[in-house]
């Protein structure tokens, strides 16, 4: 089963709107990163956040991470039309997985103009 | 530009006719991943890289090859492809091991029929 999971798996909001996604996972990190996925493209790295970090900002982005609770969110803020896409959460495991990614299967997030 | 290309962007092919998909960075990275993009499923990894020579199998290694003979290349082998290799292939890279966010390539679209 995949390490990260992220809730909801479809978002509809308005412009101008926050939107705020969610990301559990089962095992300790290293570190947690966001990454967005434009409709079949590449995915775009956004945030990274460590282990021994409780929430970060980049821009309107907000992410959290809570290892107690093995979750994280991603907050954004004054949403806009670009931010429609696919939003990832991805655990680095750290040594133990050979520093590997493993993503989750991802938020779709819809703003509507 | 700092990118990661992959060649080609989109492939239909036959079952069993061998195939290969390149990656390419210039950015000097150790670090070099496949990743499959299935719809339920999200990223999952086929093989990573951490150096030249150095390869090691990720979550569904079955049915791929890669080799890692230059820093920059990092090609992806089908020997003989089957209809369920069917799928979205990204290459990434890194400058290195841990806490390190992964550039991403725009992916390539594979389908065997």
């Known amino acids: 089963s995949q390490q990260g999971e992220e809730d909801p798996q479809a978002l509809s909001i308005q412009e101008g709107e926050n939107a705020t996604m969610n990301c559990s996972y089962k095992t300790s990190i290293n570190n947690l990163q966001w990454y967005r996925q434009n409709s079949g493209r590449g995915l775009v790295h956004l945030i990274l956040i460590r282990s021994n970090e409780r929430e970060k900002h980049s821009g309107r982005l907000r992410v959290t991470l809570d290892t107690s609770k093995k979750s994280s969110s991603l907050l954004i803020t004054a949403s806009r039309a670009a931010d429609t896409a696919s939003y990832f959460c991805?655990?680095?495991?750290?040594?133990?997985?050979?520093?590997?990614?493993?993503f989750g299967e991802g938020t779709q997030l819809t703003v509507n103009p | 530009e700092a990118q990661v290309t992959q060649n080609p962007r989109y492939l239909i092919t036959v079952t069993g006719k061998k195939l290969t998909v390149t990656c390419s960075q210039n950015?000097?990275?150790?670090?070099m991943s496949w990743y499959r993009q299935d719809p339920g499923l999200g990223l999952r990894q086929i093989y990573y890289?951490?150096?030249?020579?150095?390869?090691d199998k990720g979550d569904v290694p079955e049915g791929y090859k890669v080799s890692r003979k230059e820093k920059r290349n990092f090609p992806l082998i089908l020997e003989s492809p089957s209809p369920n290799q069917t799928s979205l292939y990204f290459c990434?890279?890194?400058?290195?091991?841990?806490?390190?966010?992964?550039?991403f390539g725009p992916g390539t679209r594979l389908t065997v029929t």
């Open positions: 890289s951490m150096n030249v020579e150095v390869t």
């Open positions: 950015m000097n990275h150790e670090y």
């Open positions: 991805a655990t680095d495991l750290g040594e133990t997985s050979g520093s590997r990614l493993t």
């Open positions: 990434a890279s890194s400058p290195g091991l841990f806490t390190y966010e992964q550039y």
